[in-house]
């Protein structure tokens, strides 16, 4: 036999290994009924999840952030001319002294992300050069100490 009549009467069939689907329009009715099912699940268990992380979060009393530190030096007087300055140059923004020794300094702001101080930064660099931003610890207003009126309350001049 020669090459072409060697395979002249070659037969194959190939219906036997190709797969079965059940018809796609009882599937997608079935996975309609199923997806309505599960968003109720996954909103409650987002729901819990997001309670658990704000239970949380504000059972501590401080948090990281950030704060623009627009003076950071040894003399007091510079750091009362540095607070007075931003108070007359920019109203709007409440700059706050710290003392920490040997050191004063003077911040502005409270800010959660980075992102959210660069605002400020780019409105004290340009009359303090150099503000920059660090990290910081806040307390949390929930845990501040109440504030007293008495005059002659301790710590109080």
Same mark, same amino acid.
Request: proline share 6%.
């Given at each position: 036999?020669?090459?072409?009549?060697?395979? =002249?009467?070659?037969?194959?069939?190939?219906? %036997?290994? @190709?797969?079965?689907?059940?018809? /796609?329009? $009882? #599937?997608?009715?079935?996975?309609?009924?199923?997806?309505?099912?599960?968003?109720?699940?996954?909103?409650?268990?987002?729901?819990?999840?997001?309670?658990?992380?704000?239970?949380?979060?504000?059972?501590?009393?401080?948090? =990281?952030?950030?704060?623009?530190?627009?003076? %950071?030096? @040894?003399?007091?007087?510079?750091? /009362?001319? $540095? #607070?007075?300055?931003?108070?007359?140059?920019?109203?709007?923004?409440?700059?706050?002294?710290?003392?920490?020794?040997?050191?004063?300094?003077?911040?502005?702001?409270?800010?959660?992300?980075?992102?959210?101080?660069?605002?400020?930064?780019?409105?004290?660099?340009?009359?303090?050069?150099?503000?920059?931003?660090?990290?910081?610890?806040?307390?949390?207003?929930?845990?501040?100490?109440?504030?007293?009126?008495?005059?002659?309350?301790?710590?109080?001049?």
């Amino acid at each position: 036999m020669s090459g072409t009549d060697a395979y =002249s009467n070659y037969q194959e069939t190939i219906t %036997s290994p @190709l797969p079965e689907y059940p018809d /796609f329009t $009882t #599937r997608l009715t079935a996975s309609e009924d199923s997806e309505n099912n599960s968003e109720g699940s996954v909103n409650l268990q987002l729901q819990a999840l997001e309670k658990r992380i704000h239970d949380k979060n504000k059972s501590e009393p401080y948090f =990281s952030g950030f704060t623009v530190l627009a003076y %950071s030096g @040894l003399d007091r007087n510079l750091a /009362f001319k $540095t #607070r007075d300055d931003l108070l007359a140059l920019f109203p709007d923004l409440e700059p706050e002294m710290q003392y920490q020794q040997p050191r004063y300094l003077v911040k502005v702001g409270k800010y959660t992300y980075r992102i959210e101080a660069q605002r400020v930064f780019s409105l004290l660099k340009t009359q303090f050069p150099t503000a920059r931003i660090i990290q910081d610890r806040f307390q949390r207003k929930e845990y501040l100490p109440p504030v007293t009126t008495d005059q002659n309350a301790q710590g109080q001049n």
